[in-house]
């Protein structure tokens, strides 16, 4: 069984290191060469980790002709801010190397298995590879998790067939666990968990069985929707073109939005470069509007919007997940 552990600059250490030991415990068991690797995407180099500038030795380039498992982690970084060392801007930064093309080209071979730890599952989702799927990421991620159209499961790990996922940084003892149980068989991930004084935690949560029942907890943006009049107000005067820009952490978005009210109805879409997307759930509450929309740049979220109008002028803010609140500034262009 080939393992390949994915290193990029920012990674998270013990993402990496808990499961490369287990994975080399389960070789002294088993009958079956297991060979596991420290690589990246652009080949052999010392990678920064972001743990105090601690680095490891990436021993080759990603192979994607080597049947077996590739395992991505996460980033370490500050979670408070939205400087050069958080994770989300570390997560965007892995995305735009050559790591995004060799990960998009992973994850269409049936012969490769992908998994990833705590925040591998947002690398993956914000290069738009998770759409429809689903997965678990840090909790602090889900969110942002979701804002990709993931399907965000709240489970230790979770095995969407092809693609194994983990949740908070510990657990990549559990998805490796799992991995050498699901590969290799039961009995040698017991003797792992034996060698380590270490149990897998919680329950491995696959899209099989009896589903439960849906629970009544509402969306927040569709409650408001339910319970708030679509209808315009003629004093609060929002209607026309207007040119915005979203401060992002990962990027700005220049986005050029069209509002208009039709039978006392409130409507709008958004053009960002080539690409035009209707704007869902519009909600007015006195001088503000609410929408939800998608963007493609600088990654494929789903984003949450509250903005006033004052003359023709705009600002407000846009949410996804994690990510800080993104300021919004525009104005009225007709």
């Known amino acids: 069984m080939n393992v390949q552990i994915v290193l990029f600059d920012g990674f998270d250490l013990l993402d990496v290191i808990a499961p490369y030991e287990v994975f080399n415990a389960a070789g002294m068991y088993s009958n079956e060469d297991i060979i596991v690797k420290l690589v990246s995407a652009e080949g052999e180099r010392m990678v920064m980790s ?7 030795q990436a021993s080759g380039k990603i192979d994607l002709s080597s049947k077996g498992i590739i395992l991505v982690p996460g980033a370490s970084g500050s979670v408070d801010d939205n400087g050069p060392d958080s994770i989300p801007v570390r997560i965007k930064q892995a995305t735009e190397t050559e790591l995004s093309n060799v990960l998009k080209e992973a994850i269409r071979k049936p012969d490769i298995l992908l998994s990833t730890v705590c925040g591998g599952s947002l690398l993956l989702a914000m290069d738009g590879l998770l759409e429809g799927r689903h997965a678990v990421t840090h909790h602090l991620g889900m969110g942002l998790l979701q804002a990709t159209n993931t ?38 991930a ?20 009896n589903a439960p029942k849906e629970s009544k907890h509402e969306n927040p943006m569709e409650a408001t929707s339910s319970r708030s009049s679509n209808q315009t107000d003629k004093s609060f005067n929002f209607q026309g073109k207007w040119e915005t820009t979203i401060s992002t952490p990962i990027g700005d978005l220049s986005v050029l939005l069209n509002l208009s009210s039709e039978d006392g109805r409130i409507a709008g879409i958004a053009k960002q470069g080539e690409d035009i997307v209707t704007l869902n759930n519009i909600v007015q509450e006195g001088n503000q509007l ?6 493609k740049k600088p990654i494929r979220l789903s984003l949450k919007f509250i903005v006033s109008v004052d003359g023709n002028s705009m600002y407000g803010e846009a949410k996804a997940g994690m990510l800080p609140s993104s300021k919004l500034i525009g104005h009225r262009i007709s």
């Open 290 to 295: 609410k929408w939800s929309m998608k963007v």
């Open 151 to 188: 399907f965000p499961v709240h489970a230790r790990v979770v095995d969407d067939g092809d693609l194994i996922t983990g949740g908070v940084v510990t657990s990549g003892l559990d998805v490796a666990l799992y991995l050498v149980e699901r590969e290799l068989g039961p009995r040698i």
């Open 190 to 209: 017991h003797a792992v968990e034996k060698l380590f004084e270490y149990e897998r935690r919680g329950t491995v949560w696959k899209a099989e069985g």
């Open 50 to 56: 972001g743990v105090n500038q601690l680095q490891l």
